[in-house]
């Protein structure tokens, strides 16, 4: 992930196109110099993050340099990763996010459709 050494990758699904979506986690909280972690491995005091790799860059011979869309969930109550990644048939992206299993639906071009309240996953 083009975002340095505090960020990580952990769920990916593929999309229709050929390219694919990526989750996970980028540390963008002020006065943080690293990101934590719970006992259980949770990624704590980072922001969630997804983006998309076209299917160009998907296909190229290099590693692809950026993302055709980002997404990330910001305030105290999403922190943490993106983490269970869907994708549907129409390549509508479907995540949970935070230390907290907020549940988001993004549109094919990355835009935010909707966000639940928390769940009671233990995620």
Do not use: C, H
């Not at 860059?57 to 055709?68: L, T």
């Amino acid at each position: 992930m083009p975002y340095g050494s505090n960020s990580g990758a952990e769920t990916v699904s593929f999309t229709s196109d050929g390219g694919f979506v990526v989750g996970g986690f980028v540390n963008s909280v002020d006065g943080v110099s690293g990101i934590n972690f719970k006992s259980s491995g949770q990624v704590t005091d980072a922001t969630p993050f997804i983006g998309k790799i076209s299917a160009a860059d998907a296909a190229g011979s290099s590693a692809p340099s950026s993302f055709e869309w980002t997404y990330t969930k910001t305030g105290e109550e999403y922190m943490g990763s993106a983490k269970a990644l869907r994708i549907d048939s129409s390549d509508n992206v479907y995540s949970v996010v935070g230390t907290m299993a907020t549940a988001v639906k993004l549109s094919s071009s990355g835009s935010e459709t909707w966000v639940t309240g928390q769940l009671d996953a233990g995620v």
